[in-house]
Structure formats: structure tokens, C-alpha cells
């Protein structure tokens, strides 16, 4: 926890800094003594993760709450406060949310990122950290994905607003100052150790880790597992499950490369990942064995849109952010039952 003299720390914008990945950057950021501005719409996080934030470091993040659509608003929040630095998370990120209503994302997780670079220009602040995906790759040719390998067709428009605003981001800092570096996460899950922040999932989970935990506390009857037929060792799809405190931490080390000069071009792209493939059984063994649950699950049929397979080929993000994950997959299990014990 940092109590020294921050005047003159850099000072650090977060969009949806209440959110689930923000809120833990929000915490990472303060104990490497940040000065932390969070922009938060509350349309997806409450004001007691703010409070969860303080029970951690001791220290209140300075909170405004407005919609980054509203384009006059956000100018003046560049105009009124010197930002060194911006992490972007505030996004609509449901994928099957947004088959339904692709306008809602277009409008807003486009327009939410063309008015903060905007401000950021006009204010001469000009190092960005994007929240991006590794759903731009769809299911990759080659395992473990690098981040070379082609972009593929996007498999949700909450996908191609991630696809597009790197494209975006390509473009605006090739005509200005911006310096910029995207994060393609692979799947966010866990909480902070402490128990006071994690994820929120709003009504029935989509992902595997809510469901999971909300399976086990008795919330949900059942987890279903979509689909054992799948070409993998146990039939059931892989993923790249990485802790979200990791996960946190790795957008301080992609801030302190802009803070430093140390970027090597204008827009960077790393693949954040644990370099390791899960299947949905080897993380239900994983869970019995963390929390010594019994988990109450069935196999049913495939989820349309799923891909077989992704794991992260980290050794980009590793050789140039120094950075690597810390934290197992039984660690990440066992903080996010920890999370869902303490929700009313
Ligand atoms: C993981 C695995 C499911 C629920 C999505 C987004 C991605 C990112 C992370 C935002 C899959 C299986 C799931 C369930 C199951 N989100 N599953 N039963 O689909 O890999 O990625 O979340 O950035 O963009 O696409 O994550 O947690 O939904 O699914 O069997 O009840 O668990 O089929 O194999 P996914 P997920």
C-alpha cells in the first residue's frame, strides 16, 4: 500500500474502473502508488465495488460517474485533470448480448473509444492501454496462438467492436502522438485473494467460472457442459484461464513501457494468457479438488458460436513486458468460490 507523497505519481485514467478486470487494475495501479481516475457508467458494477477497492489499499480512487458517449463530458474531464495515462476498459461485452443487439455495441463500444482518444488528443495525453480480446483470432490454425497468427471473421459484434477498435487504434496513432498497446486477454476468471472485489455477473451467468460457482453454492441446480464432442482429449473445449490479479498486472507493466518510452512503436499488441489449455472437465476436477465441492453437472450439446480450442503463446508478452502469470488455475478457483461465498 502506498502512502508516500503521490502528487507527483502519474496520474492514471481507468474507463470502467468498477468493473470486473478494472476494479483489479484500479487496486494494482494504488499499490505501485498511481494516482487512479476512474470513468465508470455503473451499467455493469455498483458503488460498493468502489468500496471494496478502498478496503484493499486504504486508498479512495477519485470516481466520476457519467457515460463516455457523452462527448462533451468527457472532454472536460481531459480539460479539468492532467491524465498521464489511460486504461480502457468501459465496453458492453456480452456476447450474445450483442448478436441481439449489435447497435448497442457498435454505438457504444466504438463510440465510448473515439471519444476518449479524442479527449486524451486534445489534451495532449497520449499513452492508451486497450482492453482487447483473443476472440479477434476465432478459432486460430495453430496452437498456442501467437500474435501473429491472421485475424479470422469475428464469431459476435461485441468480437468485431474489439477487431475494429484495434484497427482504430491503428489509424489514430499513426496520425498523432498516441502511443498505444493492446491486450488481447484470453479468459479472465478469479478474484482478489482478499475477497473483496471480483466479478458481478449480472443474472444468469454466460461464462464458465460464475456458473461454476453459483452451480456449487446452490444457486443454479446444474452447470451444464456444452459439448463433449469436441476434438480434444476429453472431448470438452480449451481454454486459456488466467487469474485476474495476473491479468491486472500485466496492464501495469504495459503502462510503465509507455510511461518509460520503452514501446518499440506507435500501437503494440500482446497476447495476455496463462500459455495453458484447460478443458471444462480438467476445471471442474480443478474446482473439486480447490474447494473440496462436490460440482452438480451435466453434458449436454455444443453452444453455438464456441470454438474448440485457444491457448496463449506468451512469450511476446513475456520477453518484452517482462511480465508472466503468477497464479494457478486451483488459485484462481479458490478466490473465485472464496467471491461467491461472501454475495449475499
Ligand atoms: C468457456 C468454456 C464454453 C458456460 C467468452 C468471450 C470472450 C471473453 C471471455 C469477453 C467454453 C464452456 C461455459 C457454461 C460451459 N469475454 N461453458 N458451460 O466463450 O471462451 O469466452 O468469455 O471478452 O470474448 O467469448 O468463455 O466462460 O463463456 O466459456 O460448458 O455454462 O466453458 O462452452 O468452452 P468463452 P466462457
Same mark, same amino acid.
Given at each position: #500500500? ?10 492514471? %485514467? !481507468?474507463?470502467?474502473? @468498477? ?19 476512474? $470513468? ?6 455498483? %458503488? ?13 480512487? /477519485?470516481?466520476?460517474?457519467?457515460? @463516455? ?20 476498459? =468501459?465496453?458492453? &461485452? ?15 463500444? $466504438? ?8 479527449? #486524451? ?14 476472440? !479477434? ?6 496452437? +498456442? ?5 491472421? %485475424? ?26 498516441? &502511443?498505444?498497446? =493492446?491486450?488481447?486477454?484470453?479468459? +479472465? ?5 482478499? =475477497? ?12 464458465? $467460472? ?20 469436441? +476434438? ?22 504495459? %503502462?510503465?513501457?509507455? @510511461?518509460?518510452?520503452?514501446? /518499440? ?15 471444462? @472437465?480438467? !476445471?471442474?476436477?480443478?474446482?473439486? /479438488?480447490?474447494?473440496? #465441492? ?24 513475456? &520477453? ?15 478466490? =473465485?468460490?472464496?467471491?461467491?461465498? /461472501?454475495?449475499?
Amino acid at each position: #500500500m502506498n502512502n508516500g507523497n503521490t502528487h507527483h505519481q502519474p496520474q492514471i %485514467l !481507468v474507463t470502467g474502473g @468498477l468493473g470486473f478486470i478494472g476494479s483489479h487494475t484500479v487496486v494494482e495501479l494504488q499499490n505501485e502508488g498511481y494516482e487512479v481516475f476512474i $470513468i465508470d457508467n455503473l451499467s455493469n458494477s455498483n %458503488l460498493d465495488v468502489l468500496k471494496g477497492i478502498y478496503n484493499i489499499t486504504g486508498i479512495k480512487p /477519485k470516481f466520476f460517474q457519467f457515460d @463516455l458517449l457523452d462527448k462533451e463530458k468527457t472532454h472536460q474531464f481531459f480539460n479539468q485533470h492532467r491524465i498521464n495515462g489511460v486504461i480502457h476498459f =468501459a465496453a458492453s &461485452k456480452a456476447v450474445g448480448e450483442s448478436v441481439e443487439k449489435p447497435l448497442k455495441y457498435y454505438e457504444n463500444n $466504438i463510440g465510448s473509444l473515439v471519444n476518449v482518444l479524442q479527449g #486524451m488528443l486534445d489534451n495532449n495525453c497520449n499513452h492508451f492501454i486497450f482492453s482487447s480480446s483473443c476472440t !479477434v483470432y476465432g478459432q486460430a490454425d495453430t496452437l +498456442p496462438i501467437t500474435e501473429s497468427a491472421p %485475424l479470422k471473421p469475428a464469431e459476435s459484434p461485441y468480437g468485431n467492436t474489439k477487431k475494429i477498435s484495434e484497427e482504430i487504434l491503428l489509424d489514430a496513432t499513426r496520425s498523432s502522438e498516441l &502511443k498505444a498497446i =493492446a491486450l488481447r486477454y484470453f479468459n +479472465p476468471i478469479g478474484a482478489h485473494p482478499s =475477497a473483496e472485489i471480483g466479478e458481478l455477473p449480472l443474472g444468469v451467468p454466460n461464462n464458465l $467460472i460464475p456458473y461454476v460457482t453459483q452451480t456449487a453454492a446452490g444457486i443454479r441446480t446444474q452447470l451444464s457442459v456444452f459439448g463433449n464432442d469436441y +476434438p480434444t482429449p476429453d472431448g470438452t473445449a480449451i481454454r486459456d484461464y488466467i487469474h485476474v490479479v495476473d491479468l491486472a498486472k500485466a496492464h501495469i507493466a504495459a %503502462l510503465k513501457r509507455l @510511461l518509460n518510452h520503452e514501446n /518499440k512503436s506507435q500501437l503494440e499488441i500482446f497476447n495476455v494468457g496463462t500459455g495453458m489449455g484447460s478443458s471444462v @472437465l480438467e !476445471v471442474i476436477q480443478a474446482f473439486e /479438488k480447490a474447494t473440496h #465441492m462436490k460440482l452438480n453437472y451435466q453434458l449436454v450439446g455444443r453452444r453455438a458460436g464456441d470454438i474448440t480450442a485457444a491457448y496463449a503463446d506468451t512469450s511476446l508478452v513475456h &520477453k518484452e513486458l517482462g511480465w508472466k502469470t503468477e497464479k494457478s488455475l486451483e488459485d484462481a478457483l479458490l478466490d =473465485a468460490w472464496n467471491w461467491q461465498l /461472501k454475495q449475499k
